[in-house]
């Protein structure tokens, strides 16, 4: 069984419920909408079902990172109403200390982190020989929701979804160990340990 848990932010535990109704099977409504929206580019038959996620953690504030994954994360660029605000550089630190964070707290063989304020965001999916770390392909600025006259919830939303669809696609990637795949995205790194 290869055991997984997920630390998310901007996509608001949405990856690690994505992964836990593929594992299940579930079908209509539960079904996973955004695996299923990506069975063009991959096939989900091929992927091992014998997975368990052991967890899926929406963790919004700087808070919730030290407090319960026991984190030290740098300090944000702003906070609004307790969300952490970073920039895009941060934002992949982040998520990296978030994806090995809650792999090594809870146990599990593959972490997620997720996280984003301005720019493309962080997205990490790590075991234990490596890091992918990337972005979305969406840019956008999290401070405008407090804007009314900027307000650009639309935006912020398309960075959302790219981000589940692109992280699930290399979950997926990673499980099939096809890291040729993986190196073909835009904005990737890829570091061993």
């Known amino acids: 069984m290869i055991?997984?848990?997920?630390?998310?932010?901007?996509?608001?535990g949405q990856i690690g419920?994505?992964?836990?109704?593929?594992?299940?099977?579930?079908?209509?409504?539960?079904?996973?909408k955004?695996?299923?929206?990506?069975?063009?580019?991959?096939?989900?038959?091929?992927?091992?079902r014998n997975l368990i996620l052991s967890s899926s953690l929406f963790l919004p504030s700087v808070d919730s990172l030290s407090k319960i994954l026991n984190l030290n994360p740098p300090d944000p660029y702003k906070i609004i109403n307790g969300v952490k605000i970073y920039k895009e550089e941060d934002d992949k630190i982040v998520s990296t200390l978030m994806a090995n964070?809650?792999?090594?707290?809870?146990?599990?063989d593959i972490g997620i982190g997720t996280t984003a304020g301005i720019g493309r965001g962080g997205i990490t999916v790590s075991n234990d020989k490596l890091d992918i770390i990337t972005t979305t392909d969406v840019y956008a600025d999290l401070r405008i929701l407090t804007d009314i006259s900027?307000?650009?919830?639309?935006?912020?939303?398309?960075?959302?979804?790219n981000g589940i669809i692109k992280t699930l696609?290399?979950?997926?990637?990673?499980l099939n160990n096809d890291l040729d795949k993986i190196s073909h995205f835009e904005n990737l790194k890829i570091v061993e340990r």
């Open 17 to 32: 419920r994505e992964i836990h109704n593929f594992i299940q099977n579930y079908k209509g409504n539960l079904a996973s």
């Open 3 to 12: 055991k997984i848990a997920t630390a998310e932010c901007f996509t608001h």
């Open 150 to 161: 900027l307000n650009d919830s639309e935006t912020i939303f398309k960075r959302q979804e």
């Open 34 to 48: 955004y695996f299923k929206g990506i069975c063009n580019d991959i096939n989900l038959e091929k992927l091992d």
């Open 169 to 174: 696609k290399i979950f997926y990637y990673l």
């Open 101 to 108: 964070g809650v792999r090594e707290f809870l146990d599990v």
